[in-house]
C-alpha cells in the first residue's frame, strides 16, 4: 500500500456533506457536454486496449479507461455524490496515478469520447476536497507563491542565465541570453527544472540561436515559466493565472511569437487548455513548440547539420504534440537529420504509447515510482524492441518518465533531448567560436 499524506491525510478531514456538494458542484457546471459522453458510452470496453496500464497490468479490467470511470464518476453520479472518504482516497489514487491523461484511448473509442476530460472532471473535485497527492500538489504551490513549479527565486533565475551565457560564450564568444528584449522576433520560454536541474540546455539554446541569427530574449521577470502542474492538479484558477502571466510577458516584450522548450504538457497548457479557461478563441500571441522551431531552422538552412550522431536512437513521441498537434512527421524530419541510425518505435506517431509520466503522473513523486513503472512494462517491451541505444525525448515529462522505465527494466539505455544531440551535430561557424 502507497503511503501518501496528500490522500491519506486530507481525507480524514471531509465531512459526507462537504463530498458531496462538492462532487454535485462539479458536476452542475460540466453541463451537456458530461451528460453526452455519460450517456453515450455503451460500456464496449474497446478502449481497454489502447490503454499501456491495462495492457501492462495483464489486462486487469480495472485498469482500462472505462474501469477507471466506473470507479470513480460513475459511481458518484450513480449515488448523486453520497459517496464516503475511502471511495475519495480510491479515486484519487485512480485519476492521478493511473491515467496520464494522454488521450490515446479516445481514438480507440467508436464514438470518441473524451476519457481524459472526464478523469480530469474528477481531479476538479478532488483538488476542491484538498485532496491531491502530495508532491503533485507541492508544484502547484509553487506555481501559486512563485509563478514556477520548483520553487525558483527571481535572483536565482537570473543568476542561472548568466551562468549559462558564461557556458555558451567557452564555446561561441558572442553568444548571449539577451534579457527582456522589446519586440524581439522570438520570446523563448521554459519549463523550471530547467535552471533548477538542466541549465545546460539554456546554453545550447544560446548557442543555437546564435548559429542561427535569431532575434530572441528570454523574460527577466515572472512569466518565464511555461510549465503548469495546477492544470493536472485541477486547481484551475491557478493554471489560468500561470497561463494568463506567460501571456502577458509576451505582450509586454513585443515579440512576434513565442517558442517553447522541448516540454509537453506545457504546450499543452499554452495551446489548448489555458486558453480556453481565460475565455480565449486563440492565444494572443503566436506559439510553437521547439520540435517546430528545430524544424524551421533545419529546413530554411539557418542551422545545417555537419556531423549525425552515430549510435542507435529511436525516439518517444509525447502525446501532447503528438497526438495534440501531429508533430511526428516534423519530429522524423529532425531525427532522421540528425541520427545515422534512427530505429523508430512500433506503434508510433499519434498511435505510440503513452510514457506513464505525463499529466501530472511523475509529479505525484517517488510514492508512485514503482506503480507508474509497473503500469508501462509495454513501452519498456516496445523500446527494447528497437535494439537503440538511446531514446530521444522531446518532453520533460517523456524523459524523467522513460528513464524510470530503462532504470526499472534495466533495459541499458539512455535519454535525451532534441538539444543534446543537435549542439553536437550543427555546424559552428568558424568566426562565431571562442
Known amino acids: 500500500m502507497v503511503k501518501d499524506p496528500g490522500l491519506d491525510e486530507t481525507i480524514k478531514k471531509l465531512t459526507p456533506q462537504q463530498i458531496e456538494k462538492t462532487i454535485n458542484q462539479v ?13 453515450t458510452c455503451v460500456h464496449c470496453g474497446l478502449c481497454s486496449e489502447a490503454c499501456h496500464t491495462f495492457l501492462s497490468r495483464d489486462r486487469d ?3 482500462s479507461p472505462v474501469g477507471k470511470v466506473k470507479n470513480t464518476l460513475w459511481e458518484m453520479v450513480k449515488r448523486k455524490g453520497k459517496v464516503d472518504a475511502e471511495f475519495i482516497k480510491n479515486a484519487a489514487r485512480i485519476v492521478y496515478t493511473e491515467c496520464g491523461v ?17 478523469l480530469l472532471v474528477v481531479r476538479r473535485m478532488l483538488n476542491l476536497l484538498n485532496v491531491v497527492p502530495a508532491y503533485l500538489q507541492d508544484t502547484t504551490n ?4 512563485t509563478m514556477n513549479q520548483m520553487w525558483v527565486q527571481q535572483d536565482e533565475w537570473i543568476d542561472t542565465l548568466q551562468w549559462q551565457e558564461e557556458e555558451a560564450q567557452m564555446e561561441m564568444a558572442k553568444a548571449r541570453i539577451p534579457l527582456d528584449k522589446e519586440g524581439a522576433e522570438v520570446m523563448y520560454s521554459v519549463i523550471a527544472p530547467e535552471p533548477k536541474i538542466l541549465a545546460q540546455l539554456l546554453s545550447y539554446m544560446s548557442q543555437i540561436m546564435t548559429v542561427a541569427g535569431v532575434d530572441w530574449t528570454m523574460p527577466a521577470t515572472d512569466g518565464w515559466d511555461n510549465s503548469n502542474m495546477a492544470m493536472y492538479s485541477g486547481d484551475f484558477e491557478t493554471m489560468a493565472r500561470v497561463e494568463r502571466l506567460h501571456y502577458d510577458t509576451a505582450l509586454r516584450l513585443k515579440v512576434k511569437k513565442i517558442v517553447m522548450g522541448e516540454c509537453g504538457h506545457a504546450f499543452r497548457g499554452g495551446a489548448y487548455d489555458g486558453p480556453k479557461w481565460l475565455s480565449w478563441r486563440f492565444p494572443p500571441v503566436p506559439l510553437i513548440h521547439a520540435i517546430e522551431w528545430y524544424y524551421e531552422l ?17 525516439v518517444q513521441d509525447p502525446c501532447n504534440t503528438v497526438r495534440g498537434k501531429g508533430l511526428h512527421h516534423q519530429l522524423r524530419y529532425i531525427m532522421n537529420e540528425m541520427c545515422e541510425d534512427f530505429r523508430d518505435v512500433d506503434p508510433r506517431f499519434e498511435h505510440n504509447y503513452c510514457c506513464m509520466a505525463g499529466g501530472g503522473t511523475i509529479n505525484c513523486g517517488p510514492p508512485w515510482t514503482k506503480s507508474r513503472a509497473v503500469s508501462n512494462r509495454v513501452k519498456a517491451e516496445q523500446l527494447k524492441a528497437t535494439g537503440a541505444k538511446y531514446v530521444v525525448t522531446p518532453c520533460h515529462n517523456c524523459h524523467s518518465g522513460i528513464e524510470q522505465i530503462i532504470s526499472f527494466y534495466k533495459l541499458g539505455m539512455h535519454t535525451k533531448f532534441i538539444a543534446d544531440i543537435l549542439i553536437e551535430s550543427i555546424e559552428k561557424p568558424q568566426h562565431l567560436l571562442a
Open 27 to 39: 458536476l452542475k457546471g460540466e453541463g451537456a457536454r458530461m451528460k453526452a459522453y455519460l450517456t
Open 61 to 63: 479490467p480495472n485498469f
Open 142 to 145: 509553487s506555481h501559486a507563491a
Open 298 to 314: 533545419l529546413t530554411t538552412g539557418r542551422i545545417k547539420i555537419i556531423k549525425k550522431f552515430k549510435e542507435p536512437v529511436t
Open 102 to 118: 494522454c488521450r490515446r484511448c479516445s481514438m480507440y473509442c467508436p464514438f470518441g469520447i473524451d476519457i481524459a476530460y472526464m
